[in-house]
């Protein structure tokens, strides 16, 4: 059973910075393409980021363009997301989730999903 489990969410003051983690098991992480999902507090979930199985392509949302980067380390079967210059409209519950079918971006169809780790970005 692949699982996929994010971890380095924490409450942090506007222009912090945070590293969060997403650890695959049960699988090998190159054999997916990977994505990072948020959803805010009243608001529907929302694509971040994603990054293609082997790490040479990613895609990010506009509004945290030049903020964050998406990464991968197979060899460690983890997914990463680097978050700069955090703002308040950055809180949410951050998801990991992986494509089996080696798809790139917000549409595809995400195989396995994590349960989520909380940053709280305050004013």
Do not use: H
Request: aromatic letters at 10%; hydrophobic letters at 30%; a neutral charge.
């Amino acid at each position: 059973q692949v699982q996929l489990v994010e971890t380095g969410g924490r409450l942090v003051q506007a222009g912090d910075s945070l590293r969060l983690s997403c650890a695959v098991s049960g699988g090998t992480v190159s054999a997916y393409a990977m994505g990072w999902f948020r959803q805010a507090p009243g608001k529907e979930r929302e694509f971040v980021a994603a990054i293609n199985d082997s790490g040479g392509a990613t895609s990010t949302v506009s509004s945290v363009k030049g903020r964050f980067t998406i990464s991968r380390d197979n060899d460690k079967n983890t997914l990463y997301l680097q978050m700069n210059s955090l703002k308040p409209e950055d809180t949410g519950v951050y998801y990991c989730a992986a494509d089996q079918n080696y798809c790139l971006g917000s549409k595809c169809k995400y195989d396995y999903w994590g349960p989520g780790t909380q940053v709280t970005v305050s004013s």
